[in-house]
């Protein structure tokens, strides 16, 4: 995959926050410092029952000065947007930052997939990602930043873990991951 960034005159910062099945609390704290009129594109993922239709746009929406919506295919990544990574889908973004819904088999278990949208988000804005890893304890999510350091890019996002993130807990796997990532 060769990364074509041809958003030149969009150059705003995208933020990506992950977290899992309990990170709505992580997820909120973090959402609630942000003004309503905050500058970036916002990507909220929470794994989730794949099978249930996810409340988290309608409850972030209720708690936050942020404007929240779900994440629809077809979908472009706009600032002061919060998009929602719907439940049962992996999410990829593409190069014109739009999103992308698509379903898998068995690989990557985790729904939606953060190993998925932070690579593809890497590979589509590069230096622009912010993108943090709140809650976990599986895999998913720290194994990102490593398979954009193999991809080849020249970019650099950066992805990274909560340092402090009360009641949740920081995410096991990612105790070993790579705090930053260069994609070069």
């Known amino acids: ?3 074509a960034h041809t958003n030149d005159d969009a150059d705003f910062k995208i933020v990506a926050l992950v977290s899992s099945v309990g990170g709505l609390t992580a997820t909120t704290e973090v959402l609630d410092r942000f003004p309503a009129d905050y500058s970036a594109a916002i990507l909220v993922l929470q794994h989730a029952e794949p099978t249930r239709i996810s409340e988290l746009p309608d409850i972030l929406g209720r708690r936050t000065a942020v404007s929240v919506q779900a994440a629809v295919d077809g979908s472009t990544l706009r600032p002061g947007q919060v998009l929602v990574c719907p439940s049962g889908w992996h999410t990829l973004i593409s190069v014109d930052l739009t999103v992308q819904l698509i379903v898998s088999g068995a690989y990557p278990p985790s729904r939606p997939s953060a190993d998925l949208l932070l690579t593809t988000l890497a590979m589509a804005a590069g230096a622009r990602v912010i993108a943090v890893v709140l809650t976990g304890g599986g895999i998913d999510g720290p ?40 994609c070069r």
């Open 143 to 182: 194994r990102a930043p490593q398979r954009c350091t193999d991809s080849g890019d020249a970019s650099s996002p950066q992805i990274g873990r909560a340092r402090r993130c009360s009641p949740c807990r920081r995410p096991r796997s990612a105790v070993t991951a790579p705090s930053t990532a260069s």
């Open 1 to 3: 995959m060769t990364t």
